[in-house]
């Protein structure tokens, strides 16, 4: 039986192409495939997210946040993935942050058999480092980028203090995002 899915996750807008490639468990949460996302992609888990599924809107209840915009939204604690996603070039939507709108392609590429020597989830391949939070979406993080490859640039030494230091956008480090993966795992 596959009760594997692997998933390619693609940052919209962004050329090259920003991607992961995951291995996850059909039985996850989608509260624990947002988890997955935010270690994949290098993000902090730092703004509000939501997964739209055929007009179907799964995220996290919050309260304080009257987000529905008339629509019902369903408990990402709740939803098994593999409720939704069960079959090859299935797609689905990820919004990270709504005030920079990162949005993200899920696609399932793939479904295997569960390989009782590997640890789930699991990252597979991946391109160029995740943008740094905060820098405006994908408009301000190519502004960013060029402002950082200008030395002359006025704004350079105020963005890399920003920043906290050098920003390498072909950066990706899988060794990195499994170490950290491996503690979902548990």
């Avoid at 050329?15 to 935010?38: C, G, S």
């Avoid at 730092?46 to 939204?73: C, M």
Wanted: a negative charge; proline letters at 5%; aromatic letters at 10%.
């Amino acid at each position: 039986m596959d009760t594997i899915l692997q998933l390619k996750i693609l940052l919209r807008g962004t050329k090259p192409p920003i991607w992961r490639r995951v291995l996850v468990k059909k039985t996850i949460t989608f509260e624990a495939l947002h988890d997955v996302i935010q270690i994949a992609m290098g993000w902090t888990n730092s703004h509000l997210h939501e997964f739209a599924v055929n007009g179907t809107r799964i995220g996290q209840p919050l309260d304080e946040f009257d987000l529905s915009y008339g629509e019902d939204l369903l408990d990402e604690s709740t939803v098994i993935l593999g409720s939704v996603l069960d079959k090859v070039k299935q797609q689905i939507n990820y919004t990270y942050d709504f005030g920079d709108s990162w949005e993200h392609s899920i696609m399932v590429e793939k479904l295997h058999p569960d390989d009782t020597t590997m640890f789930y989830p699991a990252c597979i391949g991946g391109k160029l480092n995740c943008p740094p939070e905060d820098c405006g979406g994908i408009p301000g993080f190519y502004e960013l980028q060029a402002i950082l490859a200008d030395k002359r640039h006025p704004d350079r030494r105020e963005m890399v203090a920003w920043l906290g230091g050098p920003y390498d956008a072909q950066a990706f480090d899988q060794e990195k995002v499994n170490r950290q993966l491996s503690r979902l795992s548990r």
